[in-house]
């Protein structure tokens, strides 16, 4: 398997513009993260589904994220508009089974919001 | 606020010798995860300790943890240019269903 795989590697837009970052998890994975990291915050769970099913947004931060999993290979997060507060490295992670095993992570897409 | 709290913030040896990095949590947890993350990369999962397990080994790598003080140590051995990187503890709680909460990470730097 390929492993999680994110898409883009990096994005640099201008604020106000929307951003849509994309997510496919390890086949036969049932949860799926999407986290944001900054050198202030340190590593944040924004939201994580369930076999495509959102269990806690609770970590998204205002109205312009939203994040969605229509099927069990492929989940995207979108940011309408973007800021540049939203610039920051965001990663997807997956996990098999329950959301007591390891989780495994893409290798994150940097966004830059000028 | 974060669950795990990684100290030291950052760590510089030597090549060949140990680096001892700490990880502090504030409730009970129903494991604990050590993960490393490469400049620039993603988060990798290195090991997993139970609640009922005091000491884990993986190569290298030994993990220890004290519920009684809610706290959790990473030793890496022999250390090498290559360990060079970020590691962060992350805690699973036992109550409800919640996933993983990760700490800010140690910064760890091994001069060759």
């Known amino acids: 398997d390929a492993g999680v795989i994110q898409s883009p590697r990096h994005e640099v837009t201008e604020m106000g513009q929307e951003v849509t970052l994309r997510c496919k998890p390890i086949s036969g994975h049932d949860y799926l993260f999407w986290y944001r990291q900054t050198m202030m915050r340190g590593l944040e769970l924004l939201i994580y589904?369930?076999?495509?099913?959102?269990?806690?947004d609770s970590g998204m931060p205002e109205d312009r994220f939203s994040a969605k999993m229509p099927n069990a290979s492929f989940s995207t997060l979108k940011i309408q508009p973007s800021e540049p507060r939203d610039s920051a490295v965001y990663f997807c992670a997956s996990s098999l089974a329950d959301i007591f095993n390891e989780q495994f992570f893409g290798p994150g897409t940097r966004l830059t919001v000028l | 606020s974060q669950q795990g709290e990684e100290d030291p913030q950052a760590l510089s040896i030597q090549e060949g010798e140990n680096a001892t990095m700490n990880c502090s949590y504030k409730t009970s947890i129903n494991n604990l995860q050590w993960y490393r993350q490469n400049s620039g990369r993603g988060l990798v999962h290195l090991i997993l300790i139970r609640s009922n397990e005091r000491e884990k080994h993986s190569g290298r790598l030994r993990v220890t943890l004290d519920t009684s003080k809610k706290s959790s140590s990473l030793l890496i051995t022999a250390s090498r240019a290559a360990d060079t990187a970020s590691y962060f503890c992350?805690?699973?709680?036992?109550?409800?269903?919640?996933?993983?909460?990760f700490g800010k990470g140690t910064r760890l730097s091994v001069i060759a």
């Open positions: 589904f369930n076999n495509n099913v959102p269990i806690d």
């Open positions: 992350a805690t699973l709680r036992n109550s409800g269903n919640t996933p993983l909460v």
